[in-house]
């Protein structure tokens, strides 16, 4: 079985062991143990909360440096359309996109033309699905991987489209191939990531075998030199047109931006994992069954607040809005161009989302009641504070690690702080039963005084 693989590291040189991480993590995937943070694989949907709280920059996210695409002979920039909020005064996407072409790309696909392309294939969805209400966006691969290990019976909720970037790489590369007659073995597609759960989605595709894109650089990996090519391009140059994206692909980036695409009345949408999860609470309670369409981002603002960006997110998004409102309305799909790509492409999950539990203690299922229960009696000795001195982010999850054995009652500091008062006080009360060198003298000259008394009173006898 091929190991899951993860963006989000830890660089345990640089870990302090803070506990700042443990506290942030939504699915309680970290620990610190022997003063240092460990990261359980298994629990981590790579979001890159850890990233943003660690003071000590100890989280960190792998993904593919700019030299990476010298690899292939035909190199093609997806970018993000997160990437134009990153950028002051910028009024027109084509600069961007030249800017790419001159680090070295030969070809720039918009991602938010994929956006266009998911945004009218979900409406057809929408119209057609049998599938339980509110249907769940999959555009977010750190939301879909919550799903499976925290609301594994809201999976059939989620929408079986392949995400924008996905659907971007499908097209480009068939395009490109076709165009320039080459193989598309040849051809080597980056998407400019905002965030690692993208890099983790290409590794590790989500209903399919394998992913179209090849690798991922971050925002701010790329930044520097992408503001340094576009400096160079004279305002009074001609700039050719290589926008295609609508105005609506473009607000994908900012959270609501999808809902609205899509033209709905009764959607939700959310960002900011926390408030994600609350959400998907109250849906996983049949409390929302109302609402057609949930758009759940794991970032606060949408993909403008990933962990690989290099403005503010807050900042971008106004960006994003104010370019939105000076661009050019772009190309918006035709029906004909969806039926077109939609009989070309496939864009729907081939593979089963299958649920990832993560509080499994046990795979035999009496031995798992047994766990449980012991984990509720350790519960229920255990303070209840969650201050997380111990190095879990709960109670509970200290209570699940002891039987797990992967941790002791005393890692909780009250308890120990108790027992060590026990002790000490028991010390103390032995103490008292302790026979000194003096006390043995004291008892021995007792003694010789009782036998001479003896003897005298022998001598004095008639």
């Known amino acids: 079985m091929q190991t899951y693989y993860h963006s989000v590291t830890l660089n345990k040189n640089k870990c302090m062991g803070c506990t700042n991480c443990i506290k942030k993590c939504p699915t309680e995937a970290i620990r610190v143990r022997d003063g240092k943070a460990n990261i359980i694989a298994e629990r981590?949907?790579?979001?890159?909360?850890?990233?943003?709280?660690?003071?000590?920059?100890?989280?960190?996210?792998?993904?593919?440096p700019l030299s990476s695409i010298n690899k292939y002979k035909y190199k093609i920039a997806l970018p993000a359309p997160t990437l134009y909020g990153q950028f002051k005064n910028l009024t027109s996407i084509d600069k961007v996109l030249i800017g790419l072409k001159t680090l070295g790309f030969d070809h720039v696909f918009e991602v938010a033309r994929g956006a266009d392309f998911v945004t009218e294939f979900t409406k057809r969805q929408l119209k057609e699905s049998l599938s339980p209400k509110p249907m769940i966006s999959s555009a977010c691969p750190a939301i879909v991987r919550l799903v499976q290990v925290r609301f594994p019976e809201l999976i059939n909720n989620l929408t079986d489209?392949?995400?924008?970037?996905?659907?971007?790489?499908?097209?480009?590369?068939?395009?490109?191939?076709?165009?320039?007659?080459?193989?598309?073995?040849?051809?080597g597609v980056f998407f400019i990531t905002p965030c690692a759960a993208k890099m983790t989605s290409i590794r590790n595709p989500i209903g399919t075998e394998k992913s179209n894109v090849e690798g991922a650089i971050s925002i701010l990996d790329i930044y520097g030199p992408l503001s340094m090519a576009m400096s160079k391009i004279s305002s009074s140059d001609p700039i050719p047109s290589l926008q295609k994206s609508s105005l609506k692909g473009v607000a994908w980036a900012n959270s609501g931006g999808e809902g609205n695409a899509l033209g709905l009345d009764n959607y939700l949408a959310v960002d900011g994992i926390d408030n994600v999860i609350r959400v998907l609470e109250e849906i996983e309670n049949d409390k929302l069954s109302d609402l057609d369409y949930f758009e759940g981002l794991a970032c606060v603002g949408g993909c403008v607040g990933g962990p690989l960006v290099f403005e503010n997110n807050f900042v971008a998004?106004?960006?994003?809005?104010?370019?939105?409102?000076?661009?050019?309305?772009?190309?918006?799909?035709?029906?004909?161009?969806?039926?077109?790509?939609?009989?070309?492409?496939?864009?729907?999950?081939?593979?089963?989302?299958?649920?990832?539990?993560?509080?499994?203690?046990?795979?035999?299922?009496?031995?798992?009641?047994?766990?449980?229960?012991?984990?509720?009696?350790?519960?229920?000795?255990?303070?209840?504070?969650?201050?997380g001195s111990c190095g879990a982010p709960s109670c509970r999850t200290l209570a699940e690690d002891i039987v797990r054995g992967q941790a002791t009652e005393f890692d909780c500091i009250i308890k120990l702080r108790k027992k060590v008062k026990m002790l000490a006080q028991e010390m103390i009360e032995l103490s008292d039963y302790i026979p000194t060198g003096n006390e043995r003298n004291s008892t021995l000259e007792k003694e010789r005084e009782k036998d001479e008394d003896k003897r005298f009173s022998t001598e004095d006898t008639p």
């Open 317 to 387: 998004q106004n960006r994003l809005k104010k370019l939105i409102s000076k661009m050019d309305a772009g190309k918006p799909l035709s029906p004909e161009d969806v039926d077109r790509a939609v009989d070309t492409y496939n864009w729907r999950w081939d593979r089963e989302i299958i649920p990832k539990p993560v509080m499994k203690l046990d795979d035999n299922i009496l031995s798992a009641i047994k766990k449980m229960e012991e984990l509720e009696r350790i519960y229920s000795q255990l303070p209840g504070l969650d201050c």
């Open 161 to 187: 489209v392949e995400s924008p970037m996905e659907i971007a790489a499908q097209i480009a590369k068939k395009e490109f191939s076709e165009k320039h007659d080459v193989d598309k073995s040849q051809i």
């Open 44 to 64: 981590c949907i790579d979001c890159g909360e850890c990233i943003r709280i660690c003071p000590y920059h100890a989280k960190i996210a792998v993904t593919d």
